[in-house]
């Protein structure tokens, strides 16, 4: 069996609450990660970005999850 990284199980995840009690799924989820949701420039951090887009993204965690981390 692979070894898969799933988002849900990273430390960097964030559930959208809101969306899944109001049946959207976890299209709105974030990733905290501050290599991937920093702003470079300033060094803040807004909110994070969305979990599908940085795992679709080859600049980001790609689907390999190169920025995953296990929660603890």
Do not use: Q
Request: aromatic share 12%; hydrophobic share 25%.
């Amino acid at each position: 069996m692979t070894d898969l990284k799933l988002c849900k199980d990273c430390k960097w995840y964030k559930k959208d609450w809101f969306s899944h009690l109001s049946g959207a799924g976890d299209c709105d989820d974030r990733c905290l990660n501050p290599v991937l949701s920093e702003n470079l420039i300033t060094g803040k951090r807004k909110g994070g970005c969305f979990c599908y887009n940085k795992r679709l993204d080859y600049g980001g965690c790609g689907p390999e999850g190169k920025y995953w981390e296990a929660r603890k």
